[in-house]
């Protein structure tokens, strides 16, 4: 097939007029019968890779893919572009006994040119049987990358492919992935027991794509819905780490009048099939998923990528923001960081097995290098995997777009590289800050590195100029990590000569994140307070808590006024969306304030910002329900925690935030109980004539005389009885 018109068999088939990058060779290769490894971002063409030579060589090629959505997709574009159905076909476990023997008689007639497997399917006895009486044109590995433990998405069933392939029969073989470190390209080679693979290697800038990282704080919900509505009518993504969090994003979504699904694993195939079918024909705008969506889905013009939380890997996040933009168009990939999200995956490796823990923290250290560091977004992506990106500014990234002043830290440097030299390149970063900065930690006494010359040769800089010093040093080329031994640094020739010759070397410090999540006060949102209509609610609340005989923070806590001043709302649903306002309090009190607030919108032509009121969804808690309705059948307040698993202060914990929230409880039957009237009569007359309802101002001007839980219960049946 070398002199083979390859261009003319694309038109006639595909009606592309000519291959995109590196097509050509890769399928010339293949056609030549050559073990081929493909290296290309999402939006390169590596699916026209298998698909064209699987057309034009005898038998039947076997696509080997973890994605049932692919499957279906590309079988649907295989048999659209042919004359007949069947060219193309699939065998997986959703399909029945009567589809699965008509795929077959397909394949032993010859028909049939392309045959897509889950890896699981592969292993089953009856296949390996049946594909043994097929002539097989060639081996096409799709996302290679699960087979490394390296990569972001490991899947142990990828291991058992080779022997599996030699069982069956040899015939060429052609990995192909979106996304491989260097450790990960090696694996996959090794593994698929193809070492002399020709290598095809994709430059991995996507320049189209917009890269930016946001705090994440507790108001990021109504950050994603203002986003979307400002980008009203475009295709995006959501992704999330967990399915629950899916549901309950897609459900705040859908009520704030955006057209969003909900996808993950865990929903049924014909609904997750609808949705992909939806998402695709634009019935719905933006998917909220977990990684689950999205790998194969042949969408050109998804708009946006936004990560709710922070991925495992840069290599899963490289992924998932290569769905935007796959058309060469507008791509904004927006990720909410917060430490805390890193915390939480590190306590879900606990249970796995060391080696595996101390990849998985790797990981997350480059996905924490990322996201806090304040160089360009690209060049650190693009050195991640190997490539250099020789720009100073992409113009494309929050870090080019707002840069931060550089610095001089050619002292640092050099402390950092000689002390790389002193410790025999043998350690992480870690150990190598702390080397710097002169702390004797037990790992570095073991060693007696404390007694090396250049021990402390950072002692008394500030400890956050360290990380950014070691990887503008690493992305400039004097040092590197190494990923095999789990991130070790080494210095490397260009570092050796900047030593001996050292020259100027400028770097800037990282970014902040605040581990503090936002109030919620017009302040900390940025949002101007109407001080006037503000006035007017605190002299109101004033008149109707005397009417009530109650304090005034009984009816509405400040906090409830200052977002009523700032949301303007008119009704009684509306001022539900106000922190503190539940149904009973609303009913209760809220309709004079209400009038109060539309008449000031109306004496002074107030346009009411409808972009701040973010519509929230009941959360399903049956924690809640349960509470509710065992403290309804007056269960002791002790049992239900016990019998919920819960420590009782953790247990009044949730029945203040039931309170709070504007639900009545009567837990008279338990004061009763447990506490003397006096004691319950004197702690609620001092809430009666307190400014506020805190427990720590209780406790203090209570003088010590009761115990804080016995504060708590009578905080719970005072707010209870007046304010709900």
Same mark, same amino acid.
């Given at each position: 097939m070398e002199n083979l018109n390859l261009t003319e068999k694309l038109k006639q088939l595909f009606g592309f007029d000519k291959f995109k990058g590196d097509q050509e060779k890769v399928i010339r290769n293949l056609l030549s019968g050559n073990d081929t490894f493909v290296l290309m971002p999402t939006g390169g063409g590596k699916s026209l890779c298998y698909q064209l030579p699987s057309l034009l060589m005898d038998g039947t090629a076997i696509v080997i893919s973890p994605l049932i959505a692919l499957m279906k997709n590309q079988v649907d574009v295989i048999n659209g572009?042919?004359?007949?159905?069947?060219?193309?076909?699939?065998?997986?476990?959703?399909?029945?006994?009567?589809? /699965?023997?008509?795929?077959?008689? *397909?394949?032993?007639?010859?028909?049939?040119?392309?045959?897509?497997?889950?890896?699981?399917?592969? #292993? $089953?006895?009856?296949?390996?049987?049946?594909?043994?009486?097929? $002539? /097989?044109?060639?081996?096409?590995?799709?996302? =290679? &990358?699960?087979?490394? +433990?390296?990569?972001? *998405?490991?899947?142990?069933?990828?291991?058992?492919?080779?022997?599996?392939?030699?069982?069956?029969?040899?015939?060429?073989?052609?990995?192909?992935?979106?996304?491989? @470190? *260097?450790?990960?390209?090696?694996?996959?080679k090794k593994n698929l027991g193809i070492p002399d693979a020709t290598e095809f290697r994709s430059s991995f800038n996507r320049p189209n794509l917009y890269y930016e990282v946001r705090t994440k704080t507790n108001q990021i919900d109504k950050q994603i819905i203002k986003f979307i509505k400002q980008n009203p009518g475009k295709s995006g993504i959501v992704y999330c780490l967990s399915r629950k969090k899916v549901e309950e994003l897609a459900a705040v979504l859908c009520a704030n009048e955006i057209k969003a699904a909900p996808y993950h694993a865990g929903l049924d195939t014909p609904v997750r099939n609808q949705t992909q079918d939806d998402f695709l024909m634009e019935e719905i705008d933006v998917i909220v998923a977990t990684i689950a969506f999205g790998m194969g889905i042949d969408k050109p013009d998804v708009r946006f990528v936004i990560h709710y939380d922070i991925p495992k890997s840069l290599e899963g996040y490289y992924q998932e923001t290569g769905r935007a933009g796959r058309d060469g168009g507008e791509g904004k990939c927006i990720a909410?960081?917060?430490?805390?999200?890193?915390?939480?995956?590190?306590?879900?490796?606990?249970?796995?097995?060391?080696?595996?823990?101390?990849?998985?923290?790797?990981? %997350?250290?480059?996905?924490?290098?990322?996201?806090?560091?304040?160089?360009?977004?690209?060049?650190?992506?693009?050195?991640?995997?190997?490539? @250099?990106? #020789?720009? *100073?500014?992409?113009?494309? !990234?929050?870090? !080019?777009?707002?840069?931060?002043? $550089?610095?001089?830290?050619?002292?640092?440097?050099?402390?950092?590289?000689?002390?790389?030299?002193?410790?025999?390149?043998?350690?992480?970063?870690?150990?190598?800050?702390?080397?710097?900065?002169?702390?004797?930690?037990?790992?570095? @006494?073991?060693?007696? &590195?404390?007694?090396?010359?250049?021990?402390? !040769?950072?002692?008394?800089?500030?400890?956050?100029?360290?990380?950014?010093?070691?990887?503008?040093? /690493?992305?400039?080329?004097?040092?590197?990590?190494?990923? +095999?031994?789990?991130? @070790?640094?080494?210095?490397?020739?260009?570092?050796?000569?900047?030593? $001996?010759?050292?020259?100027?070397?400028?770097?800037?410090?990282?970014?902040?994140?605040? +581990?503090?999540?936002?109030?919620?006060?017009? =302040?900390?949102?940025?949002?101007?307070?109407?001080? +006037?209509l503000f006035a007017v609610l605190k002299s109101l609340r004033k008149d109707v808590a005397k009417k009530h005989n109650v304090p005034p923070y009984v009816v509405f806590q400040d906090i409830s006024l200052e977002q009523m001043a700032t949301m303007y709302p008119i009704d009684l649903k509306e001022l539900q969306n106000v922190q503190g306002v539940g149904q009973g309090k609303a009913k209760r009190y809220g309709q004079v304030f209400c009038d109060v607030i539309k008449k000031h919108c109306e004496d002074n032509e107030i346009i009411r910002p409808e972009d701040l009121r973010v519509r929230t969804v009941a959360k399903n808690s049956l924690r809640k329900v349960k509470i509710i309705q065992s403290i309804d059948k007056g269960m002791p307040l002790d049992d239900i925690a016990a019998s919920m698993n819960m420590e009782f202060e953790d247990f009044l914990t949730e029945v203040e935030r039931i309170v709070d929230s504007g639900t009545k409880l009567n837990i008279n039957y338990f004061l009763e109980e447990v506490m003397d009237d006096e004691v319950v009569d004197d702690i609620y007359d001092y809430f009666m004539q307190s400014e506020t309802d805190k427990i720590s101002v209780a406790l203090d001007e209570l003088g010590g005389?009761?115990?804080?839980?016995?504060?708590? %219960?009578?905080?719970?049946k005072f707010l209870s009885d007046l304010a709900n």
């Open positions: 572009i042919s004359e007949s159905d069947g060219v193309a076909h699939c065998l997986n476990s959703s399909m029945n006994k009567s589809a /699965i023997d008509k795929v077959k008689n *397909d394949v032993l007639s010859g028909k049939t040119k392309l045959l897509y497997m889950a890896p699981e399917s592969l #292993t $089953k006895d009856e296949y390996v049987a049946f594909l043994r009486q097929v $002539k /097989i044109s060639f081996y096409a590995i799709d996302e =290679a &990358h699960c087979i490394s +433990e390296w990569g972001h *998405d490991f899947r142990p069933e990828y291991r058992r492919i080779r022997p599996i392939i030699n069982d069956i029969g040899k015939s060429p073989v052609i990995a192909l992935t979106a996304t491989a @470190t *260097d450790k990960v390209r090696m694996d996959i909410f960081y917060s430490h805390k999200d890193l915390q939480k995956l590190e306590k879900f490796m606990a249970d796995k097995q060391v080696a595996e823990q101390d990849i998985g923290r790797h990981l %997350l250290q480059e996905t924490e290098a990322y996201a806090e560091s304040s160089l360009c977004r690209r060049k650190l992506l693009l050195s991640y995997f190997g490539e @250099t990106y #020789t720009e *100073d500014n992409c113009c494309n !990234c929050d870090n !080019c777009l707002h840069p931060k002043e $550089k610095f001089e830290a050619t002292e640092e440097l050099k402390c950092v590289l000689e002390s790389v030299v002193a410790i025999k390149e043998n350690f992480r970063t870690q150990y190598l800050i702390d080397f710097v900065k002169g702390r004797p930690t037990d790992d570095i @006494t073991s060693h007696k &590195h404390h007694e090396l010359e250049v021990f402390g !040769c950072g002692e008394g800089k500030r400890d956050k100029l360290w990380n950014p010093v070691i990887r503008y040093a /690493i992305v400039e080329g004097l040092l590197r990590k190494e990923v +095999e031994d789990y991130g @070790t640094i080494k210095i490397t020739s260009a570092g050796k000569r900047w030593l $001996k010759d050292p020259k100027p070397f400028f770097i800037t410090e990282d970014n902040e994140f605040s +581990e503090e999540e936002d109030d919620d006060t017009p =302040a900390a949102r940025g949002v101007a307070l109407d001080p +006037e005389d009761y115990e804080e839980d016995e504060i708590r %219960l009578v905080r719970i």
